[in-house]
């Protein structure tokens, strides 16, 4: 009787350390496929906004340049010629296909791709969430005064868990464009097609007043003004209606959140 009860608890080490060996494989499973995800996700956006903030400098120095001709117009009482009023209606235009474009990054199918991405790791945190549980629950000792002791590394899988929720919480708020930048495209872009068709006519041979030359001046002057707000938002995971700035501490950094989760991983 004696040899049957070692043969059986033998054989339930065997079992549970066959699970525990299996479900560490899992929780493995699921952080490499978290981290692929994440670092792709801000791989992806990072590219874009710098993309972005490369197409923006370039139409801010158009901006800065045609202040300064029609300025000069403005004061002196010469008013750009043909030429110019063409080559202005042209930048005009490319201006605004260049808010349109950006525009479109934070509308439709774009956003919802961006929210699968988003969503698919959230579920590789479930995943080994759900995993870890079973492993801390088979581990996990209980005291004389029947509370359940909570291991080392459930209390780091919790600060893990929270830290990564904000960090796609952060990722999220860049890839919609809730940073402002969403908005700043949108109120653009009906200006900037007014003027293109005053141009276009001007370039016809309907001359713009002096008072609409003094308008377009002030006009480009606010454009700028927003574009210049704009390109300080590239990147940012502040939300536009947010109330205060985050601190620099409370921005996650993917490379350094990765860093957290497999140092967990390890001491599971």
Known sequence: CEKTWSK????????????DTQQL??????????????LSVAKNLARQDANMKERLEGVVQKMEMWIKEVSRGV???????????????????????????????????????????LQKISKQVEGWTETAIQLFNRHRVVKEDSDEEKLASEEEMKSVNE?????????????????????????????????????NLATSGNALADSDWRRLLENIKDWLGELQTAVGKIGSPIR????????????IKTDVLVKDVQSWMSST
Not at 29 to 37: A, D, I, M, S, Y
Not at 88 to 97: A, G, N, V, Y
Request: charge should be negative; glycine fraction near 8%.
């Open 8 to 19: 059986l608890a033998g054989h339930f080490v065997v079992v549970l350390g066959d699970r």
């Open 25 to 38: 494989s899992d929780l493995q499973g699921f952080v490499q496929t978290w981290r692929e995800l994440l």
């Open 75 to 117: 004061e002196s009482g010469v008013m750009p010629d043909a030429v110019k009023v063409r080559q202005l209606w042209l930048d005009i235009k490319s201006w605004e296909d260049v808010m349109s474009q950006e525009s479109e990054r934070f509308t439709g199918d774009t956003v919802l791709e961006w929210q699968e991405k």
């Open 163 to 199: 830290t990564t929720e904000v960090c796609l919480g952060q990722l999220r708020i860049r890839a919609s464009g809730e940073n402002g930048l969403a908005r700043c495209f949108i109120h653009l872009i009906g200006p900037l097609e007014t003027w293109a068709a005053k141009l």
């Open 240 to 251: 536009e209606s947010a109330t205060s700035l985050l601190e620099e501490e409370d921005l």
